[in-house]
């Protein structure tokens, strides 16, 4: 015989915190002939290499965050080709998982004058023996497997990842 228990009713806040949220990251894999560019950074003490990565803003699609991030980390300018793939991971850094949409994207236009977001301390292109020699200093092992699934011919149409419109009367 099967027995239920109720719980005791939650309140709208306490219900919504109580839904797991990872931490929703994108990337671009950004390739100019056999190079890749890279953002070398310091991340607490600790100075490592990622492609222009960062966190999902509120109300902003994933494609127009992976063109932000590269803008904020790299200053280039860059028009995205394909979605690669998402990937998760348990971060090291703080114990919590991330959810990593990752892009392939084609450099349009570097702005040498534009201030980079605190911590970059350079872009940098680098060919795959140099990232993958880097593997002791590279942010996650997200780095190095993002870059292999674009090397292995993961291609997505971008319309997989296109922000939904938003609902009548949504504010």
């Known amino acids: 015989m099967?027995?239920?228990?109720?719980?005791p009713a939650m309140s709208s806040e306490d219900s919504r915190n109580a839904v797991w949220r990872p931490h929703v990251t994108v990337a671009c894999i950004v390739q100019e002939r056999d190079q890749f560019l890279m953002v070398e950074e310091n991340v607490r003490g600790r100075i490592l290499f990622n492609q222009p990565a960062g966190h999902l803003e509120p109300g902003e699609s994933l494609p127009d965050a992976a063109c932000r991030e590269?803008?904020?980390e790299t200053g280039w300018e860059v028009e995205l080709q394909a979605f690669i793939g998402a990937r998760q991971y348990l971060s090291r850094e703080h114990g919590e998982q991330v959810?990593?949409?990752?892009?392939?994207?084609?450099?349009?236009?570097?702005?040498?004058?534009?201030v980079l977001d605190e911590g970059i301390l350079g872009a940098h292109w680098?060919?795959?023996?140099?990232i993958?020699?880097?593997?002791?200093?590279l942010r996650s092992p997200l780095v190095l497997a993002c870059l292999d699934d674009w090397l292995a011919?993961?291609?997505?149409?971008?319309?997989?990842?296109?922000?939904a419109p938003s609902m009548p009367g949504a504010g």
């Open 2 to 7: 099967t027995r239920f228990q109720w719980l």
């Open 70 to 72: 590269t803008l904020e």
């Open 99 to 114: 959810l990593r949409f990752t892009f392939a994207a084609r450099p349009l236009r570097h702005r040498a004058d534009r």
């Open 126 to 130: 680098m060919d795959y023996a140099q």
């Open 132 to 137: 993958a020699g880097s593997a002791a200093r």
């Open 153 to 163: 011919g993961s291609r997505w149409p971008l319309s997989l990842v296109d922000g």
